[in-house]
């Protein structure tokens, strides 16, 4: 062991921050002392990672960190928050300095471009378990929730699906574009700050698109119908993943549906929204696409674009379901 | 396996709870959506605790849910803060129903007796490693700090100390007072509350006396004399400890001194404040106790009731450190 908990925060986790003005003090007493803007709602949600669990033992020190941090930045996303604020809790078998290293790189990384802070932690001995709580800001009244809503409201996602579903089955190595996507998820905090006032409803995919889409609609007993050839897939998932076959679950159809750890948005949005909404995420990297619309009726039915039901095999990813996948 | 990840949640987590006006929506979407009162400054901390490090493994699932919370309002304590709001996360090797319900009690007892609402939350598979952040509010600007002591400041502590770590060393069965100090130590939020504008500095005592006064006394390069045979023990610290020994290391001196896991508040008070600080607490169950006088020379000298210094064998707890306790 090279060092007490006080060095390991000292060394690795007090490097230069943002600095907000909204902090008066981080890292270094009993607590963070924070001040929430005038007139902004607090946002907060805490996620973790377990290893074996939520990531393949091989990963990366340096995707570990940011990907405690991106699932976290990815729920704020989903309320249209702004992030400002994260706390760490990092139980670690040992103390490696060059996986710290890697660690604090990978998550300092991502922060920095959020312009997200540390303001406190607590490092423990134990099983490799990471923790992370995200703090943001959403104009108060207008966060976006999962209830809201209405039959006739198109349903988008952002970005594509299924390739970090399609990285786990092929066991992909560290250099490809699909492990890239399960390893390096981006969180869409850019487009959800587009989103209050336009969309009626939004969530983030982590645990696969009907799965979490079914979470919404649950949200007001309501349906939807999703165009499953529409759903938008990356040039690396169409590559590697072969076609879909009529009648049988194949990969196409099945992981952009059912794979989770992709971290997009899906939202709902009014009719006459759906024109500004389009307009406004084409301006961005991950764009949008419309995949289906809400209906009165629930359950979620999914068609083909030969006008051919579609029915899915797997519904997401369940922690502690039988026979769950991850 | 008896739920899914959904079901836990519901199951265990959602029960009745405070209804707090200053939460807008707690468990159940992607994050908490949360409403700081005006003039109020955010306190936020995170503890992690990790069975067989933070907690013999045979701690019952109700002490574990209560400490998890505990430890984080001792946090809120030393900084004067009131408390508010909870998000755990909990990673279990299972989901037996009988170990989350005694889990659920400990937590939600503690919760209710000070009012804080659990706002959001995590359940993952894994080795038994339970994470709390708690937030509370402070009226702003006037929070504790570990900074702020003064040479010539009087050096207070609540409660008794070195109960928990007797009950360690002499492994003590959950039925005996000490015992219970370990396992649903009392945080001291009341004190922390009646202590802004009279306390100079603040800081719980969590890694013992030694280490955690020392925090505090480095946050403004300074120093202190303790007297030793002042620092308050229980009745049955002293009915099981057996008395101290001129020149050896003695528990009647050791635990009091150095061992963790007793969170009581230990802060520096302005001579002009003593008396009030001494009536204001008095009032409460867990009293004050003046133990020592604050330094403008670096270090802490601890001084026997007949004068002799007395050099103590151990500082604190530090989790990964050559020989750590606990």
Same mark, same amino acid.
């Given at each position: ?49 377990? =290893? %074996?669990?939520?990531? $393949?033992?091989?990963? @990366? #020190? &340096? ?5 405690? /941090?991106?699932?976290? !930045? ?116 850019? =487009? %959800?700050?587009?989103? $209050?006032?336009?969309? @009626? #409803? &939004? ?5 696969? /698109?009907?799965?979490? !889409? ?113």
């Amino acid at each position: 062991m090279a060092g007490t908990e006080f060095e390991i925060i000292q060394r690795y986790f007090t490097r230069k921050q943002p600095g907000r003005v909204d902090v008066i003090a981080g890292i270094g007493d009993d607590a963070a002392l924070l001040r929430v803007p005038a007139g902004m709602d607090l946002v907060a949600c805490i996620d973790t990672l377990v =290893a %074996g669990v939520h990531f $393949p033992q091989q990963t @990366s #020190a &340096a995707a570990i960190g940011h990907k405690a /941090l991106a699932v976290n !930045l990815s729920d704020l996303a989903a309320m249209g928050a702004e992030p400002a604020w994260a706390t760490l809790s990092l139980t670690l078998p040992d103390n490696a300095p060059s996986w710290l290293e890697d660690f604090a790189q990978g998550f300092f990384s991502l922060a920095e471009r959020h312009r997200v802070q540390l303001v406190g932690g607590d490092t423990t001995r134990g099983p490799l378990v990471v923790t992370v709580q995200a703090h943001g800001f959403v104009p108060a009244g207008r966060a976006l929730r999962r209830q809201g809503a209405q039959p006739g409201d198109r349903i988008y996602v952002t970005g594509t699906l299924g390739d970090a579903g399609l990285a786990l089955q092929l066991q992909e190595t560290a250099a490809s574009v699909l492990r890239s996507r399960l390893d390096f998820p981006e969180p869409r905090v850019d =487009a %959800g700050l587009l989103l $209050p006032g336009l969309a @009626s #409803a &939004a969530i983030d995919i982590s645990d696969g /698109l009907l799965a979490d !889409l079914g979470h919404l609609l649950e949200a007001d007993d309501l349906g939807a119908v999703i165009e499953v050839d529409a759903v938008p897939r990356s040039d690396a998932f169409l590559a590697s993943a072969g076609p879909g076959e009529a009648g049988k679950p194949s990969r196409f159809y099945e992981l952009p549906l059912s794979a989770g750890d992709d971290y997009e948005l899906c939202f709902t949005v009014p009719e006459q929204h759906c024109a500004a909404v389009e307009h406004r995420l084409a301006t961005l990297p991950c764009g949008c696409r419309a995949i289906g619309v809400v209906e009165a009726r629930p359950g979620i039915r999914c068609q083909r674009a030969d006008g051919e039901d579609y029915l899915p095999a797997g519904s997401g990813y369940q922690h502690f379901a039988e026979d769950g996948h991850g």
